[in-house]
């Protein structure tokens, strides 16, 4: 048996970006009737990952309110802006606090929409497989995230500069990695044409919830 295989393994999300790109809250756009956090929230937790938590941020009111019926914990970015280390900082010192015994962290983000329980369930079983201390989603020639970090590189996490992302840490360390070959993770929603090719090309503003039809922000 894997020393592995009875780990406790949380989530940090990432949902506090502004889509400046976007234009509207990425977090919150409607994909196959689930908004995109929470299309994340539930494969969390149906890969079996506790605790969840979600950072915000940028319309931090909404996408709590994607959280609600959810175990997942919202820990609140108010620097956001700086960059996604400060998100991935604030992520994982708010899993560490609801669960100190933690023994790795599953790191998402909201816009990779093929991510789901099982490309979780993958990154888990990767891990007991090879016993490295991170698992990477390799795409496009690259890895990153969706990616798993055991406690060893917590304190990496909790050290990022605001504008390093975790793919920083992925990349120093490629002797501790075990690659995931995950091709869909190329697929993110940057922009509004990203959005429409996701959808076969037929997305329009009545496509989306109201709120975001009417242009709001």
Same mark, same amino acid.
């Given at each position: ?76 970015? +108010? ?19 609801? &669960? ?39 795409y496009a020639d690259t890895l990153g995230? &969706? ?19 975790? +793919? ?17 993770? &190329? ?9 429409? +090719? ?7 503003? +009545? ?11």
């Amino acid at each position: 048996m894997s020393p592995h295989s009875k780990s406790k393994i949380g989530a940090v999300i990432l949902a506090a970006g502004g889509s400046s790109r976007f234009q509207q809250p990425k977090q919150l756009i409607m994909f196959r009737s689930k908004s995109f956090v929470r299309r994340v929230i539930d494969a969390t937790r149906e890969a079996g990952c506790s605790p969840v938590v979600v950072v915000i941020g940028s319309d931090g009111e909404r996408v709590v309110r994607e959280l609600e019926g959810t175990n997942a914990i919202s820990v609140e970015n +108010k620097g956001w802006q700086q960059g996604i280390g400060s998100s991935i900082r604030i992520g994982v010192q708010g899993l560490i606090d609801h &669960a100190p015994d933690i023994d790795a962290i599953v790191l998402l983000v909201c816009d990779q929409p093929e991510v789901n329980a099982d490309t979780i369930r993958n990154l888990i079983t990767l891990r007991e497989q090879t016993n490295k201390s991170i698992v990477a989603s390799s795409y496009a020639d690259t890895l990153g995230v &969706a990616a798993l970090f055991d406690r060893s590189f917590f304190q990496e996490l909790l050290s990022l500069a605001n504008e390093a992302g975790a +793919k920083s840490i992925i990349l120093r360390n490629r002797q501790r990695v075990a690659e995931f070959d995950f091709p869909q993770g &190329a697929v993110d929603i940057d922009t509004r044409e990203d959005w429409e +090719k996701l959808n076969g090309g037929s997305a329009s503003p +009545k496509t989306m919830p109201k709120a975001f039809a009417e242009g709001a922000s």
